[in-house]
């Protein structure tokens, strides 16, 4: 499939590159975090926290509202899975990483997707960007060898186990983890009781 940069004008409608930021101290912690065979996600770390650019994301990026600082590294070049939030995500690149993003309003009234609508874009390292609400994403792909480091900010409390059973219909059935939403591909490896409704090919890169 065709890979498309962040600073290209096709991302506008997933989100935007960040600007004025200084990443410096943030991307250099991010290189004492573990790179494993599989896909390991931290949503917070202290040491990522405790960085002034933590003071930074928590008043700019998102308003004043706590946040949260973690990180998703590994090696993975499927897609296995589409997520949203009901806020945007901030996602930072230690390393050339490939972002695979759709569109919720393409998601159908029972909560299937097609993943032919999934594009590919290329976060180079130490570039910023922010995917919006409605932009449905999932664990990067590698951009290159040796896998990829992401760092991702969210609303804190974002992504932890729910304290409640959501057995629901309708949406509820897609609620995955605390702010969570989550389609899987049945070929994804995904916990047992995901919802599975992403429809054709589990897209590699």
């Known amino acids: 499939m065709k890979i498309y940069n962040v600073a290209d004008p096709d991302f506008r409608k997933y989100g935007q590159v960040l600007q004025g930021y200084d990443f410096t101290k943030l991307l250099e912690k991010m290189q004492e975090t573990p790179l494993p065979d599989g896909v390991v996600y931290e949503p917070s770390v202290e040491a990522l926290e405790a960085l002034p650019v933590y003071q930074e994301l928590f ?8 946040i949260q600082i973690g990180y998703c590294n590994g090696n993975n070049h499927k897609l296995n899975a589409v997520e949203y939030h009901r806020n945007s995500e901030i996602n930072i690149a230690a390393t050339d990483l490939i972002l695979l993003l759709g569109h919720q309003e393409d998601v159908e009234e029972d909560y299937t997707y097609d993943t032919s609508k999934i594009e590919a874009f290329l976060l180079p390292a130490g570039m910023g960007v922010e995917l ?3 932009t449905l994403h999932y664990a990067p792909c590698n951009a290159g060898e040796g896998g990829f480091k992401d760092v991702v900010v969210l609303p804190k409390g974002t992504n932890y186990p729910l304290p409640a059973v959501h057995d629901g219909e309708g949406e509820d059935a897609l ?6 939403w989550l389609i899987g591909h049945e070929e994804g490896g995904l916990p047992e009781g995901s919802f599975l409704g ?3 090919e589990n897209i590699t890169v």
């Open 59 to 66: 008043s700019r990026g998102f308003g004043e509202m706590p």
């Open 132 to 134: 919006y609400a409605t």
């Open 175 to 180: 609620l995955a983890a605390t702010n969570k």
């Open 198 to 200: 992403l429809k054709g």
